[in-house]
């Protein structure tokens, strides 16, 4: 009887020295919305300011960093391309591997040379997708994005309304964070900072990683 309870109580210790061990394994956790296994932005196809068709086979080699705006945009959309801006300052020589890809959801004022004017001015490395009604409506219910027309006062006159927020691909194009507008500029480099130093993952699959 003594044996046995000798060696419940080394079952129960190693136990809970495992339990232990498990709970101090550190967990990365990211200033944005972990959106890994939510299924979004996977299938679409867009073409770029250039003419070239887009899709998720190109984010691949960099994080990436992608939101839906308009060139007439007064504040949201300027504002995170100058973040973004300075989000790269902060990553020094390691800059090039964030690519900014902007979606624009005003197709019919945004052609795609307004668009590449629009974003080369804030970053010359940045992409501009410029597709048709059908292709921006089929791309947005990828992400779940919403854009919406506002009209203005004067006839012909008006606004866009969108998903204020970028979307945050790791290194291999797999879609990982959601970053709110307004999030501080450090913590979205931090953020960055993080998918960039990421060391590749044999296995496509990691939600079970990260969940």
């Not at 299924?39 to 250039?50: E, F, I, V």
């Not at 391309?81 to 900014?100: C, F, I, P, T, Y």
Request: proline share 7%.
């Amino acid at each position: 009887m003594a044996r046995k309870l000798h060696l419940s109580t080394i079952a129960i210790s190693a136990a809970t020295l495992l339990l232990v061990a498990c709970a101090a394994k550190p967990k990365v956790d990211y200033y944005g919305k972990d959106i890994t296994c939510e299924a979004l932005g996977q299938h679409w196809t867009m073409p770029d300011s250039t003419g070239v068709t887009r899709s998720p086979a190109d984010l691949n080699g960099k994080v990436t960093y992608l939101f839906f705006g308009f060139t007439s945009c007064p504040d949201v959309c300027p504002t995170t391309m100058v973040e973004l801006n300075r989000v790269k300052h902060l990553m020094g020589s390691d800059a090039d591997k964030l690519q900014v890809i902007f979606v624009t959801v005003d197709p019919a004022r945004d052609t795609p040379a307004v668009a590449e004017t629009y974003v080369k001015a804030f970053d010359p490395t940045a992409t501009a997708l410029v597709g048709d009604d059908a292709q921006l409506a089929a791309m947005a219910a990828s992400f779940k994005a919403f854009y919406d027309r506002e009209e203005g006062k004067h006839p012909g006159a008006y606004s866009m309304s969108h998903t204020a927020g970028g979307y945050v691909f790791d290194r291999e194009g797999r879609l990982r964070l959601f970053a709110p507008f307004g999030m501080p500029v450090e913590q979205l480099f931090s953020d960055v900072q993080r998918l960039t130093l990421e060391p590749t993952r044999p296995n496509p699959a990691i939600c079970d990683a990260t969940g």
